[in-house]
């Protein structure tokens, strides 16, 4: 199964040349280029409202940014608050290209109108047997406590798994919340993910095992 992303990047409602960066853009329902300037087929998603947010690849002048994000983010027992220490950015990593391979990937999420970062998304792959079409990718988002309940989490889960069917063969986009997360939970209804149960104790945070409640995506829903 390709795991690969295709490089795109914006024009038409997308940002000036100045605010453009080279790689992965994403807008709902902006017309994209390849990277050698061909025009490609956009990634769409079926709401008809201009787009607000937009993805795009980490860069390293992205780097520290992301660091006090997550300085920021880490002991405030939020609902994404679960590692011991705080992971910083792997800059050696990043130096080499995007963050994104076959097997998980993040991007910022980018407010369209001033080009001003507002969070990340990321994926990784998980499989349900051993062949490669059983293979799904999981997802996950953090946006800046300013910038949510805006509606950029749910454009942004929306645009992703757009993306991610667009571009990879899986039949399965997935998101777990913890059943206390409201926001998430409503987030990936407007973005088109269905409630698909309760993983019970599934997930250590805080002291204790929490509930969670999964959602997904399937391909044949991509445009539902
Ligand atoms: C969860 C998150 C991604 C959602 O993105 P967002 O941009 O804030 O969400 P949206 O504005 O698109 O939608 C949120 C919806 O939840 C509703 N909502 C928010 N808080 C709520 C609450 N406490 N109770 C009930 N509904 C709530 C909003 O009203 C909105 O629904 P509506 O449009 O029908 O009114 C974002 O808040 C975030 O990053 N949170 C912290 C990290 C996190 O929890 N990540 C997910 C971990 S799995």
Redo the contacts with the bound molecule.
Sequence with gaps: MEGQLALVEPIGSSPTAAEARPGLCLTAGAETRTESGTVCDAVTTTSTSTPRVRLRDVTLDDADLLDAWTRDAHGDR???DMSPEPRMVNRDALAKGPLRDENNGRLIVERVADGAPV?TVGWHKVRYGPNPESEAWNI????V?A???????????RLLADHLFETTNVNRVE????VD???????LE?AGYRREGIARGAQYRAGAYHDLVTYARLREESQA
Excluded: C, H, W
């Design positions: 939020g609902f994404n969070g996950g988002i953090e946006l406590p910038m949510r309940s805006r509606g950029y989490g749910t454009e942004a889960q998101a777990a919340t913890d997360n409201v926001a998430e939970q409503r987030a407007k």
